[in-house]
């Protein structure tokens, strides 16, 4: 089992940054890939950004490309999503998923975390 706590969302104005946490525990993540994913009001839950904890292999939307980076902190087992350049259509709650690298769903999710960006 893989628990999985989101933390730092909040509001900002348009063009400001945020940076989402994302505490890992109960297992090792060596052979798991962490995503982010958000929905917003209304809308279907979609990708944003993901990166393989083996070798920090990282993927992004290109809705979020270049603008947002995924990172990870091996000694904290915590994933990050640094956020610049938002947008009030980044608005979301914003989940942390896992998966094992061999599998394609994603069968651990946190709580979700609130991004509001105003304009």
């Known amino acids: 089992q893989v628990q999985l706590v989101e933390s730092g969302g909040g509001l900002v104005q348009a063009g400001g940054s945020l940076r989402l946490s994302c505490a890992a525990s109960?297992?090792?993540?060596?052979?798991?890939?962490l995503c982010w994913f958000r929905q917003a009001p209304g809308k279907e839950r979609e990708f944003v950004a993901a990166?393989?904890?083996?070798?920090?292999?990282?993927n992004y939307a290109n809705s979020v490309k270049g603008r947002f980076t995924i990172s990870r902190d091996n000694a904290k087992n915590t994933v990050y999503l640094e956020m610049n350049s938002l947008k009030p259509e980044d608005t979301a709650v914003y989940y942390c998923?896992?998966?094992?690298?061999?599998?394609?769903?994603?069968?651990?999710w946190g709580q979700g975390t609130q991004v509001t960006v105003s304009s």
């Open positions: 998923a896992a998966r094992l690298m061999f599998l394609s769903h994603y069968n651990y």
């Open positions: 990166i393989t904890w083996s070798d920090s292999n990282t």
């Open positions: 109960g297992r090792t993540l060596t052979g798991y890939v």
